[in-house]
């Protein structure tokens, strides 16, 4: 069962090194009367996928560790983020989602076919063309092959073919006269031989059974979410040399602030004293554009109603669109700053683009599609001579103009959320987010959107993915793997204290299985 209404997960005792179990736990019942009368659309959502490459060149795990608990530089640089342990585990934890999403088949609480499932950005973790072909092999049903250079042997941090660094999690155990790295001595990982080996097996995705759509998230354009791409990217993303640290004597607090700012400019964190090793190259890491990425998707086939780009996107090297359903309008923002920053903003071209589209759907329910959501649409840097930065305050008062908008979806905060906006006329709209595949809890949602006699009730039921419960001593398929994904998620040793608690990440109980009422602009 899927459906958190009827169950979920939670978290067992924790042992002496803090290491807590995935088990099963009583299901959430639905927040507010349920929803009564025409089902307008059923959407599932998806969000911030991430899936990784994770024997990229061009990623910087090495940074990680200064945010680890006993860092001295943790209270200065906080979360960075740039290491998982089940960053090896992302196609699975996909494949795991879509199956748990087609298992649904109809809306939880109105029982109307799923019309579409919209996917709102971060499909990819560094932005490169790899991650992108595995996401759409994974939504679109068929062989999902997620291996990158050597393909022969691993060249992750964690695995045993390169040098041993105690501070990644190596899933095989110590090299033979090593130690146990440091996530299983200190904080209770598992040793789960194979695994390396076997997360870069191909398997096959079934793929949804509903039309999905997708939209643009700065994990989709920037290097590691935050660095705009350049010549100088590329060629270290697709060569044969990656740092693994930084040099010892290099100014860290700079390079480092310089290189994680949510808004930008932002530097690669490289010095000319770096500590490099090598790595088999691989073409297919060159970054993405947002015309290269919309290109993938129309190319990709496997959806009849095209991911909602179009060629248009392609020539003009845009990733905002425009679709419609059936009883409404999908409308999907591109809200990545292309100058660097991993927090949001749009252009002024794209703002005049918004505009028209409500304004054209006037006698439409409107839907908006964004990663980033309204209190992350802060980053308003631009270069000299480059066109000025659209952020919140402008756009939600364009968006309080049109009535027709009844629900805002967006993701990047890797959370459930939710909060409702007040015109000053007193109609209102939902804005919303889901938590995300990578971190804890990895679950998506399904959103029934129903008109009733004095409103819009628009419904949350959150889903689980698959992926196997009790994966110890299971056979490593896909949805083990999956499993094991969100037992590490859970376990994440950066945030096991008060200041950072891994369980926030479900967001509060009241913005998961609810129903929300918003005004119906057509009364």
Not at 182 to 201: Q, Y
Not at 342 to 350: A, H, K, R, T, V
Not at 437 to 455: M, S
Not at 458 to 474: E, N, Y
Request: hydrophobic share 35%; glycine share 8%.
């Amino acid at each position: 069962m899927t459906r958190t209404d009827k169950s979920t997960f939670s978290h067992g005792e924790t042992n002496n090194l803090g290491w807590r179990n995935v088990i099963k736990a009583a299901g959430e019942a639905h927040f507010n009367d349920l929803p009564q009368g025409k089902v307008l659309a059923v959407l599932g959502h998806f969000s911030d996928l991430h899936v990784c490459d994770p024997e990229s060149p061009s990623r910087i795990e090495y940074l990680d560790r200064l945010c680890d608990p006993d860092s001295k530089w943790r209270e200065v640089f906080g979360h960075i983020g740039s290491y998982r342990p089940q960053e090896i585990l992302t196609t699975q934890v996909v494949a795991a989602m879509v199956d748990a999403m087609n298992e649904l088949k109809l809306g939880p609480l109105t029982n109307a076919p799923i019309d579409a499932v919209v996917v709102t950005g971060d499909m990819t973790d560094n932005a490169q063309q790899n991650e992108t072909s595995w996401y759409l092999s994974a939504l679109n049903g068929g062989k999902v092959e997620p291996v990158s250079g050597n393909r022969k042997e691993s060249e992750w941090v964690g695995s045993h073919n390169v040098k041993y660094d105690e501070n990644y999690w190596h899933p095989d155990g110590a090299p033979v006269g090593k130690e146990l790295d440091r996530p299983i001595s200190k904080f209770g990982f598992p040793i789960i031989k194979g695994l390396v080996a076997k997360a870069r097996a191909a398997f096959t995705s079934q793929g949804l059974n509903a039309p999905w759509f997708a939209t643009f998230g700065n994990h989709d354009q920037l290097v590691y979410g935050t660095v705009t791409p350049n010549q100088l990217m590329t060629d270290i993303s697709t060569g044969s040399t990656r740092v693994v640290e930084l040099a010892k004597d290099s100014e860290l607090p700079d390079v480092i602030s310089n290189a994680i700012g949510e808004v930008g400019p932002i530097k690669y964190p490289i010095t000319s004293g770096s500590e490099t090793a090598s790595i088999t190259e691989d073409q297919m890491r060159a970054f993405n554009t947002p015309g290269t990425f919309a290109e993938a998707h129309l190319s990709s086939g496997g959806n009849p109603l095209g991911h909602g780009f179009t060629k248009e996107n392609v020539s003009n090297n845009t990733a905002y669109w425009s679709h419609d359903l059936a009883n409404l309008r999908l409308i999907s923002l591109d809200t990545v700053n292309p100058h660097g920053g991993w927090q949001g903003s749009i252009d002024e071209q794209q703002l005049a683009w918004l505009k028209e589209k409500l304004i054209e759907a006037k006698d439409k329910y409107c839907v908006l599609l964004s990663h980033h959501p309204s209190p992350t649409l802060i980053n308003d840097y631009a270069p000299v001579n480059a066109p000025r930065r659209v952020i919140r305050d402008e756009l939600l008062q364009e968006l309080y103009q049109h009535k027709n908008l009844i629900v805002w979806i967006a993701g990047h905060v890797h959370r459930h959320a939710a909060g409702i906006h007040t015109r000053q006329d007193g109609s209102t709209f939902l804005e919303l987010t889901t938590a995300s595949h990578i971190d804890w809890p990895q679950q998506a949602r399904v959103l029934e959107i129903v008109k009733e006699d004095n409103g819009i009730a628009i419904a949350s039921t959150v889903i689980d993915h698959v992926g196997q419960v009790h994966w110890q001593d299971q056979e490593l398929d896909y949805l083990t793997m999956a499993g094991i994904s969100r037992s590490l998620a859970l376990n994440d040793w950066q945030k096991r204290d008060d200041a950072n608690p891994v369980l926030a990440h479900a967001g509060k109980v009241e913005d998961r299985n609810v129903v929300w009422r918003v005004s119906d602009p057509f009364l």
